[in-house]
């Protein structure tokens, strides 16, 4: 079986060097490339299981690379793009979320960390078809109701029901949670339900719900009091309509 | 419910963990050699403050490893006491934990005589920039993405306890 493929796309001599020391052990061919048009032609010429990108580049730009993909794809979409760069500000990772990223690594980062992320590219790549942030907003709304089963529980329709069961019995008690943390402006608890929640929803397909979640979590951590009280009703409606839903469905 | 940091309660964190770890030698010391392999069916520790994470586990478990005794701690102190207590074959072990967090109990565990990183399982919820202050603690570490634990935790904990079996024989 042939090794799998990671192009780097990096003008500075010593990360690429850093970067190819780091992933030396981890049987990958990498491929190394100063520049778009070299990167663009490597990447057509063989696919690639992980692009790992710089943004500053010498002549065009990583971001402009980005948008001109989105706009009419250059290479695979099963290559998942990892952003490798200092330049990650809040606003550019706005920029870069909605352009098919897979993961945004700030430098410096631990080479642990750098191998960390390769390995989950490629576990990622060995589990099935591309998760890049691209594919979430663009999922038809059926796609968010339906079960995970074929994705993230590797296609195992009684994990997912079994799942599924156990979430529909703790979701009240989050509620009840959730309520009296707002009421008390215990911002702990609602970053901690929303820490565990997104997890728990996205397992289960409610990628809206999860979204919810994550904002609340960032809101309660910051003590936003505007913000984590109003994410936290809404969260609280998300969690009250699956289970009605449930209630209301035919018994199997 | 999990804890958060502010420099009170870093510092009460690691006062925690130096009783924890004081309790934890003391446990060690006073268990005869003989007594720490007894035959028994595998057991496997989870330290996780989530109760849905704690449900997904119970059943990954259920599914592929029904012959496994299933342990779990709520927050680092009780985990990482625990864990000289039960001496499980495996451990599964979240980052964000109230009390001592998983980067703590993770170091704690380091220094502890006949430590090994091959039966430990870390999991997170968090995303990269924020795994980042973290990191230093699971260097050689499994961190799994939660999201990720359906597919990923059992063949990691069937490798762990297949180790545990290769330690004894």
Same mark, same amino acid.
Not at chain 1, 19 to 26: G, K, T
Not at chain 1, 190 to 210: E, F, V, Y
Not at chain 2, 64 to 84: I, K, N, Q, R, T
């Given at each position: ?29 990498? #491929? ?16 690639? =299981? ?19 993909? =989105? ?34 690594? =700030? ?10 992320? #390769? ?24 796609? *968010? ?32 949670? &959730? ?5 008390? &402006?215990?911002?702990? #608890? ?27 979590? #960032? ?17 609280? *409606? ?15 | 419910? @999990?804890?958060?940091?502010?420099? %009170? !309660? ?5 006062? @925690?963990?130096? %009783? ?25 520790? /989870?330290? %996780?403050? $989530? ?16 012959? +496994? %005794? ?7 102190? $009780? ?26 109990? +993770?170091? $704690? /565990?380091? @220094? ?11 999991? @997170? ?9 973290? +990191? ?6 499994? +961190? ?9 935790? $059992?063949?990691?904990?069937?490798? !762990? ?9």
């Amino acid at each position: 079986m042939s090794r799998p493929r990671i192009v780097l796309m990096e003008d500075d001599a010593p990360i690429s060097s850093l970067v190819s020391f780091a992933l030396e052990d981890m049987g990958v061919d990498l #491929v190394i490339c100063a520049n778009v048009p070299e990167a663009v032609a490597r990447l057509k010429e063989t696919p690639a =299981a992980l692009l790992i990108m710089d943004l500053m580049l010498p002549g065009e730009s990583g971001l402009s690379f980005l948008q001109r993909h =989105a706009a009419a794809p250059l290479f695979a979409a099963t290559t998942r793009v990892m952003v490798f760069s200092a330049g990650l500000t809040q606003a550019m990772r706005r920029h870069l979320e909605p352009l098919g990223v897979w993961r945004m690594l =700030a430098k410096p980062a631990s080479i642990l960390t750098l191998r960390a992320c #390769v390995e989950d590219a490629l576990q990622d790549a060995r589990e099935g078809p591309t998760r890049n942030l691209r594919a979430e907003p663009t999922q038809p709304a059926s796609a *968010k109701a339906r079960p995970a089963g074929n994705d993230l529980f590797g296609g195992n329709a009684w994990l997912v029901a079994a799942y599924s069961d156990a979430c529909l019995g703790q979701f009240p008690h989050d509620v009840e949670d &959730g309520d009296a943390a707002a009421t008390q &402006g215990d911002f702990v #608890v609602l970053r901690a339900l929303g820490h565990n929640l997104k997890t728990a929803l996205k397992l289960l397909g409610h990628d809206g719900a999860s979204a919810r979640a994550a904002a609340l979590e #960032v809101a309660a951590a910051q003590r936003n009091t505007a913000a984590a009280p109003a994410l936290w009703r809404g969260l609280r *409606k998300d969690l009250t309509d699956i289970l009605r839903r449930h209630a209301e469905a035919p018994a199997h | 419910m @999990t804890s958060f940091s502010s420099n %009170e !309660a870093a510092t009460k964190r690691l006062f @925690t963990s130096f %009783e924890a770890e004081r309790a934890l030698a003391e446990l060690l010391q006073a268990r005869p050699p003989a007594l720490r392999a007894p035959a028994r069916a595998p057991r496997v520790l /989870l330290i %996780e403050d $989530s109760p849905h994470i704690q449900n997904l586990v119970r059943l990954l478990l259920a599914r592929d490893f029904p012959g +496994v %005794e299933l342990h779990m701690a709520s927050d680092g102190d $009780s985990g990482l006491l625990e864990c000289a207590r039960l001496q499980p074959d495996a451990l599964i072990v979240d980052i964000l934990l109230p009390g001592i967090d998983g980067a703590l109990l +993770v170091a $704690s /565990l380091r @220094t502890q005589p006949g430590f090994n990183a091959e039966r430990l399982i870390i999991m @997170t919820s968090l995303d990269t920039p924020d795994l980042e202050p973290y +990191v230093w603690a699971f260097d050689g570490l499994q +961190v799994v993405p939660k999201r990720q634990l359906p597919v990923r935790l $059992s063949p990691l904990l069937a490798r !762990a306890l297949r180790r545990r079996g290769e330690a004894r024989a």
